[in-house]
């Protein structure tokens, strides 16, 4: 049977494929059939409920909602017909009857005046409801306004929120014209579970749902009022969804997602309501350099009153005493890059160090995050990126979320993985925390932490023992198998039981159901790769990988989901101290030598550069005495911070680029203000290696520059002799060695926004699944490594009785230098906090909101305690984004010996109720 259908359209033959509804070939041709309740995005389905796209076929007595009914073989439709018309005018009417006057709408721009306007209906005949009949305004949420007088009960809120974003907020209540959407149990929005993704204002066809950055005092408001709207990427997680910025007066008003290969539209509340950071009064503006007479370096600058330790500068004098203070000091200088800039500035800073001063002393923060996972995959895939992008879960049947909680930390990625169980698919959700995802889950493990090895061992035993390998594929495909299995023989589940806290039971269904399906991905976070053996955890998700066969194939598959927004890019690009672009080692004299003649340059070391960790330990030992740091927080982000800054404070010559007075820049002795990621072009590669352009969509404050623009100039002034007039330049040069961009062109990105590496032609858009034939390692083997179980490095006891684990907020994200400067942000989540198990709380005899003091061997941070029945009675959960109870005060810097990644995720502590006086001292 063909998938062709043929039907007349306004007397036209056209053709259709099978599924397609007439609305959509009519919208395809250029007909634009009046709707409202469809929109024709993905994830939304048609509902057919407001009958504005109303058409007429022959034989047919009744008129069809288009966007809901399928054409058939022969069928003869007619749009234009009178009566069509009369009656799509008709429904148009009777919509506008409750609606505000144009003039004072909540939109006046709305997509329902669009189409009014298309039907030429200006005004309505009928009646309006009753007064007191509609809801009052709903403005209880700090980012969104509720005004009901324009709800047209269309249902697109209710899809966008229950089907699209899979938050099951949003619901109708009422019959009839009593019936209007509600939060949970008719909630005030601000008091509801609504986690403010937006979805629904952006879906809302009338303005009934708005922005309140949209709207003024009276509610009123005009979507399209602003001067340009600019394609670009969000700034935050490593998603990378594609958004538009609307900007008026040099100013974001507000933001709005595009159909990007990763968020299809969506966004979170961080990249739809978090952009007004960029205009804050905190953005550096001005060069600074340190004054003579500054008090002695510490934590001691307030951001509202630097004068007092900072004087301002012209940008030749700062980069003058920048550059004197670096050149020439080959090993006593080093470099922190960032994951927040450009893959173009990532490999500038790399280049700058490596050219500049003869070594491989330079990192970024991946050497936090996913380092561990980085090693465990280049040792034994050959390939340190994702091998499937997340959207593949659409094609599995089971996946595995482990030591990664996406609804807060990757939540438009979650967004899939909520689709994917609500279709049926198995989500087996595996973490010491308990988390939203779970919900959604076929299985939820709550194992111990730091017992991650045994739980996979476990599993993997399981489908050693009940042969449920792919015996084909590991032939195939693998080596080192044997070993693998002599290995796993001690790990049975009924062994492994006390040590990960689930029961055997458990773990062979889990089993099982991964072994036997047809096609399985794993998903996993930091709460697998920040630990002393994080490397280990990640060996054990390859082996049950290969093991099963999932790899290499449509809906199977590893990711890593990385934590900031090009932190893939930034690896990519050589931002870490072993490798340079495109994961090639610094050993290798033949690769040296290829970068060294694109650069003009001499041999750099053939030595492994320094880690962030150990860059920070050889400044205390006096071999490294000056730094530059671009766009990068240790002062935050380091582990046994105090540690960190206090090497910090003993560098005699620190150069800090950033877009904030951070709280390393309180350490600076000159800072370059530098452009945020809506005030410069580039490129960032995001976890599914899809390769992106960011625009510019509003320029930088004052005399703030672009940062690639200021690595130039500096490295000019430190003797290096470049030019680059543009980012597309030095995409171009990184092109030169680097043979995942092959194929991906600047004016290709331009034309299209995202490319997929591996491109494999010009017009390829890239393979979202890699490693079908073979991987890129010797005989095209992957590799199994046994993995031990290695214990914490920081274990409980008497003293310090409970265990610490960190990570992000929704709200909030990384250090907080952007999301704590976002007022929507701000508001959601103003004060420090740490969760802990309501048994918990009582035994300490602390309410909910009342306050902790939580100590380890390395320090201690009062902090306000929250009842969280998801973490487990021992723990406490700790975000890391306030610096007035920061983290990584607490936490552990013990490394990983493979990443060299620290232990952020288990601290032994102890929790103990604070005094008033302490809390009021803090």
């Not at 990126?385 to 049947?397: G, L, S």
């Not at 030019?723 to 331009?750: C, G, H």
């Not at 590496?757 to 390829?764: G, I």
């Not at 048994?839 to 939580?854: A, F, I, N």
């Amino acid at each position: 049977m063909s998938d062709t259908i043929r039907f007349t359209l306004d007397g036209k033959e056209v053709e259709a494929r099978k599924g397609m509804t007439i609305w959509e070939v009519a919208n395809g041709r250029g007909l634009v059939i009046p709707h409202l309740c469809h929109k024709p995005a993905p994830g939304y389905r048609p509902d057919g409920n407001c009958r504005a796209c109303m058409v007429e076929v022959e034989g047919e007595r009744t008129l069809i909602a288009s966007c809901i009914r399928e054409p058939s073989e022969g069928m003869v439709v007619t749009s234009n017909s009178a009566r069509a018309e009369s009656a799509r005018k008709m429904v148009m009417e009777m919509l506008i009857a409750d609606q505000p006057e144009q003039s004072q709408a909540h939109d006046k721009s709305s997509h329902m005046w669009d189409m009014a306007a298309m039907q030429g209906v200006t005004s309505s005949r009928f009646p309006k409801l009753e007064d007191g009949h509609i809801p009052l305004l709903d403005d209880s949420h700090v980012a969104m306004s509720v005004n009901l007088d324009a709800c047209i009960q269309c249902g697109l809120c209710v899809r966008a929120c229950r089907e699209v974003q899979v938050n099951d907020v949003i619901g109708m209540a009422g019959r009839g014209h009593n019936a209007y959407p509600v939060f949970d149990f008719d909630d005030p929005m601000g008091d509801s579970t609504c986690v403010a993704c937006g979805e629904c204002v952006q879906a809302c066809p009338t303005g009934a749902l708005m922005s309140a950055t949209v709207l003024d005092d009276q509610q009123v408001g005009d979507s399209k009022d602003y001067d340009s709207e600019v394609e670009s990427v969000c700034p935050f997680c490593g998603v990378g969804c594609q958004v538009s910025l609307k900007v008026k007066d040099n100013k974001v008003v507000y933001v709005e997602g595009i159909n990007g290969p990763a968020n299809e539209g969506r966004l979170c509340v961080k990249g739809r309501f978090g952009f007004d950071y960029i205009h804050h009064d905190h953005r550096l503006t001005r060069p600074l350099i340190r004054r003579a007479d500054a008090p002695a370096k510490g934590l001691n600058v307030d951001p509202d009153n630097w004068k007092e330790v900072f004087r301002e500068a012209s940008w030749d004098e700062a980069l003058d005493v920048a550059a004197n203070g670096l050149k020439g000091r080959g090993r006593e200088v080093s470099g922190f890059g960032s994951a927040k800039c450009t893959n173009e500035e990532a490999y500038l800073f790399q280049k700058f160090i490596r050219q500049g001063f003869g070594h491989n002393n330079v990192d970024h923060c991946t050497r936090l995050c996913h380092a561990s996972s980085v090693a465990a995959l280049l040792e034994n895939v050959g390939s340190g990126a994702v091998t499937a992008t997340f959207n593949e879960i659409e094609n599995a049947d089971v996946a595995i979320v482990i030591g990664a909680n996406p609804i807060e930390n990757h939540p438009v990625a979650a967004t899939y993985f909520k689709q994917f169980a609500k279709r049926g698919g198995k989500l087996i959700v595996m973490d010491p925390r308990g988390q939203a995802l779970s919900r959604h889950a076929t299985h939820m493990l709550q194992f111990r932490p730091g017992a991650d090895v045994s739980l996979l061992n476990a599993i993997c035993h399981v489908i050693v023992e009940e042969e449920l390998y792919d015996r084909q594929y590991i032939e195939a495909y693998t080596e080192n198998w044997e070993a693998e299995k002599a290995h796993l023989a001690d790990f049975s589940p009924e062994t492994m039981a006390d040590i990960c806290g689930i029961d055997a039971g458990t773990l062979r269904v889990v089993a099982r159901d991964f072994a036997t399906a047809q096609a399985g991905m794993i998903f996993w976070g930091m709460g697998i790769s920040q630990h002393i053996h994080g490397t280990d955890n990640a060996r054990c998700l390859i082996s049950l990988a290969l093991m099963t066969g999932h790899v290499g194939r449509p809906g199977t598959g590893l990711h890593p989901l990385r934590g900031q927004n090009n932190v893939q890019g930034a690896s990519d690009a050589g931002l870490v101290p072993m490798f340079l672009p495109d994961y090639q080692s610094v050993m290798d004299d033949g690769v040296r030598s290829a970068f060294a003649e694109v650069w003009g340059s001499e041999d750099f070391s053939d030595q492994k550069g320094l880690t962030v960790t150990e860059i920070m330990d050889a400044v205390h030992d006096g071999d490294i005495k000056a730094m530059y740091i671009l766009g990068e927080n240790p002062a935050m982000s380091d582990p046994d911070v105090e540690h960190a800054r206090d090497a910090l404070a003993k560098l005699d010559h620190l150069v800090v680029q950033d877009i904030f007075l951070t709280e390393t820049a309180n350490y600076a002795d000159v800072i370059l203000p530098a452009s945020a990621f809506a005030e410069k072009s580039g490129t960032v590669t995001n976890t599914n290696r899809q390769v992106q352009l960011g625009r510019a969509a509003v320029t930088p404050p004052g005399e703030a520059r672009e940062d690639w623009a200021i690595t130039t100039e500096l490295a000019r002034r430190c003797g290096m002799d470049w030019q680059y007039d543009s980012p597309a330049d030095v995409f171009a040069e990184m092109k030169l060695n680097m043979a995942s961009l092959d194929n991906i062109t600047w004016e290709r990105l331009q034309a299209q926004n995202a490319v997929t590496y591996p491109s494999l032609s010009p017009e390829d858009p890239g393979q979202a699944i890699v490693f079908g034939d073979g991987f890129p390692r010797p005989e095209g083997r992957a590799r199994f490594t046994p993995a031990s179980v290695i214990a914490p490095d920081d274990v409980p006891d008497a003293e310090y009785p409970m265990i610490l684990t960190t990570g992000r907020q929704l709200e909030h994200w990384h250090t907080g230098s952007m999301t704590r400067r976002s007022s929507v942000l701000d508001a959601v989540e103003p004060e420090a906090n740490c969760s802990l198990h309501p048994s918990t709380l009582r035994k300490l005899g602390v309410d909910p909101g009342g306050h902790v003091r939580l100590t380890t061997k390395r320090g201690s941070v009062v902090v306000m305690a929250r009842m969280d029945r998801a973490v487990a009675p021992d723990m406490v959960f700790l975000p890391f984004a306030y610096v007035e109870a920061a983290a990584n005060i607490l936490t552990n810097s013990a490394l990983d010996p493979y990443g060299k990644i620290p232990e952020f995720k288990f601290s032994a502590v102890r929790v103990e109720k604070a005094e008033d006086s302490a809390v009021a001292a803090e």
